[in-house]
């Protein structure tokens, strides 16, 4: 299997540190807001690779956090006046939420910063110990320099980020013993949020949240460090730092990054009204539509949302689910039951579309070029499959696409499928059924949508429905 490593600027054929495991940490969302489809790309496409090392039989330790304390949060609870860690809990729900609504299957752990003060207050006073920081006034700076190898990973070199730095020195953050060294620990402003440390009353800095969760949950070395490519520097680059300096042994061995998400061709932002939540975007398509979109690039590649794109995504997987329906009507007829001596040559070809998908999946995680072999399995199948198979070779063909989109984690079964206004269609027909005192085709209505995972609420003013 090999892995395009940002630490290298190579595919590498992936060798695992323990046989058989994979410790991958993925840096999670900050969570003072719903999240948008921008979070959502890593969140699929590190799941799928997740899921993919499942399916080769590795057993997989995925840690993936939270951060619930910092500037963003702090002004958001703020805003509506009420506490950070409220804030917090709403979000990291509604990410839950929404990841589930995109098939994204929970973390081994998902720490939290908050939780872990004391193995963050513990690493950055090993790290004073050994002279890799210092505190000044309250805050503690991690000292740059010192570390010899700073700028690996976003492939800069010191005098580069030097003169880069040169206008922060000027701006006035004297206190630094040097403009490229980083905040580890800050103290508290009036009103915020803190915690008791021997510097100060304060808060991390966010970059030692993810080396010391990292290091708690898998140990000083991991086989996977992955986020987006705007973490490269300088988060990833100080996680490096912060874990290397303590361990003097390497922290990642493969790092990781998805490359970014345009919208219509635009950078994404808030303020350009060029901006989508998971949420946004479901009241429209189903979650597993997005996950199928994001997967259809390759992970490295921009990628470009719009709504046409999204519409193609829509019926490329509407094929596919109806492709595996014309298999399931076949299984359910009266098939001779064992494989025939014409279906070898079928057969043989399914077995090679899967090598083509696992051989897309081994080179970097080509999803898009899995997808595409997937197709093809569609395809002979549409062609072969018939009422002259037999039973065997038609549950093979079934079998098998299941299977490859369920490692992708295409969910194909059509009622995920279902719409805002197709919901709302049942339910008005529900209300009709009622009036007209027909209390089981209401009643089956109610259960239809329920096997949906859709919950009715009848309120005073109306029906209410949700998403479970
Ligand atoms: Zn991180």
Redesign the pocket.
């Known amino acids: 299997m090999k892995i395009y490593n940002t630490l290298t600027k190579k595919k590498e054929e992936f060798i695992p540190l323990e046989p058989n495991q994979v410790k991958m940490?993925?840096?999670?969302p900050t969570v003072y807001d719903y999240i948008h489809i921008g979070n959502a790309r890593p969140m699929v496409i590190f799941d799928t690779v997740r899921r993919y090392f499942e399916y080769k039989g590795y057993q997989v330790n995925y840690v993936s956090?939270f951060?619930d304390i910092d500037d963003k949060l702090i002004q958001k609870a703020k805003q509506e006046q009420t506490e950070v860690s409220l804030i917090a809990q709403h979000f990291i729900l509604t990410c839950k939420q929404d990841m589930e609504s995109l098939n994204i299957r929970p973390a081994t752990v998902h720490p939290l910063a908050t939780n872990e003060m004391d193995s963050i207050i513990e690493m950055i006073t090993m790290l004073i110990q050994k002279g890799y920081a210092y505190p000044k006034e309250g805050t503690v700076y991690f000292r740059t320099k010192k570390f010899s190898h700073y700028g690996s990973l976003s492939h800069k070199n010191l005098e580069d980020l030097q003169s880069g730095n040169r206008t922060l020195l000027v701006s006035g953050v004297a206190q630094k013993e040097d403009p490229l060294d980083f905040v580890l620990w800050k103290p508290k402003k009036e009103g915020e949020p803190f915690w008791s440390s021997t510097w100060s009353e304060g808060r991390p800095g966010?970059?030692i949240?993810?080396?010391a969760?990292?290091k708690k949950y898998l140990g000083d070395q991991i086989d996977i460090?992955a986020?987006g490519e705007d973490?490269i520097f300088p988060?990833?680059e100080n996680?490096i730092a912060q874990s290397e300096a303590l361990s003097e042994t390497q922290f990642a061995r493969y790092w990781m990054h998805n490359a970014f998400l345009n919208i219509n061709h635009k950078k994404m932002a808030k303020s350009e009204k060029n901006f989508f939540t998971v949420r946004e975007i479901a009241e429209k398509y189903s979650g597993n539509i997005l996950r199928f979109f994001l997967l259809n690039a390759h992970y490295r590649s921009p990628l470009n949302f719009s709504e046409d794109l999204m519409l193609s995504a829509k019926n490329a997987l509407e094929r596919l689910i109806t492709g595996i329906e014309k298999l399931s009507t076949l299984e359910a007829q009266n098939l001779s039951p064992d494989l025939q001596e014409k279906e070898r040559n079928d057969q043989k070809q399914l077995h090679s579309l899967i090598q083509k998908y696992e051989q897309a999946m081994e080179d970097d995680f080509n999803t898009a070029d899995a997808i595409a072999a997937i197709f093809e399995c569609i395809k002979l199948s549409n062609s072969t499959a018939n009422q002259n198979s037999s039973l065997a070779y038609v549950k093979e063909c079934k079998t098998c696409i299941v299977q490859l989109c369920s490692v992708l984690g295409i969910d194909t079964e059509r009622a995920n499928e279902i719409l805002d206004e197709e919901i709302e269609e049942l339910i008005a027909q529900r209300t009709q059924a009622r009036k007209e005192k027909n209390f089981t085709l209401a009643d089956d209505i109610r259960k239809q949508l329920e096997k949906m995972d859709i919950i009715l609420e009848d309120t005073r003013n109306g029906v209410v429905w949700k998403r479970l």
């Open positions: 940490y993925v840096c999670g956090n951060t966010w970059h949240e993810c080396s969760m990292c460090h986020g973490l988060h990833h996680e």
